[in-house]
């Protein structure tokens, strides 16, 4: 996102957080004939693009970051 590292900060995780994510469309395909259009690797690069030319979409919700729980 062009922010050097030294800028960069461990914030913790947040209430509710999950460790580990995993995705297996296998059942999606079968079940509903579906496939996805991108692979892994070029939906994250579409979704890094789009939260950096969107940026004043997404940080109106950076406040929720100091809420306490």
């Known amino acids: 996102m062009g922010y050097?590292?030294?800028r960069m900060q461990f914030i913790g995780n947040r209430p509710g957080?999950?460790?580990?994510h995993t995705g297996d469309c296998?059942?999606?395909?079968?079940?509903?004939g579906w496939s996805?259009?991108?692979?892994w690797q070029q939906?994250?690069?579409?979704?890094i693009a789009w939260y950096r030319d969107n940026r004043d979409l997404?940080?109106?919700?950076l406040f929720m970051r100091q809420i306490r729980s």
């Open 26 to 32: 296998s059942k999606i395909k079968r079940v509903l």
């Open 36 to 39: 996805p259009e991108l692979d």
């Open 58 to 61: 997404w940080s109106r919700q």
């Open 43 to 47: 939906g994250l690069r579409r979704t």
């Open 4 to 6: 050097r590292a030294d």
């Open 17 to 20: 957080q999950v460790v580990r």
